[in-house]
């Protein structure tokens, strides 16, 4: 499985984003989507996820700024982010978990900068 993120970019505090993560496996539906962040000497950590159901769960720092969505059809899973605050910046990885086989897959990432 191989997921592309892209839709980084360098904004103004207050500013938006919205980033994508296409998939290219065919059970994309089954799977659980999550956006990850990893900042320079931090810890990769959770940002949202989205399970096969549509159920969504948010890091507290970005709840009611960030929506995740899934498009199945297109096997494509996105992260609108709204009211972004410098400590958003970092580089947003896409991750796939497959619950029947237990398969983790990563995308490459995509540098979010949020200026002052």
């Known amino acids: 499985v191989q997921l592309q993120a892209s839709g980084g970019g360098l904004v103004q505090a207050g500013g938006s984003l919205n980033l994508s993560c296409i998939a290219s496996d065919t059970i994309f539906s089954r799977n659980e989507m999550g956006w990850f962040r990893q900042a320079p000497g931090k810890q990769r950590t959770l940002v949202a996820n989205?399970?096969?159901?549509?159920?969504?769960r948010y890091a507290a720092s970005v709840k009611g700024r960030f929506t995740i969505s899934r498009d199945n059809a297109k096997n494509t899973v996105y992260l609108q982010m709204n009211s972004l605050k410098p400590g958003d910046t970092a580089v947003y990885y896409c991750?796939?978990?497959?619950?029947?086989?237990?398969?983790?897959?990563w995308g490459q990432g995509t540098q979010v900068t949020v200026s002052s």
């Open positions: 991750r796939s978990y497959d619950p029947y086989t237990t398969s983790v897959y």
């Open positions: 989205i399970e096969a159901n549509g159920n969504t």
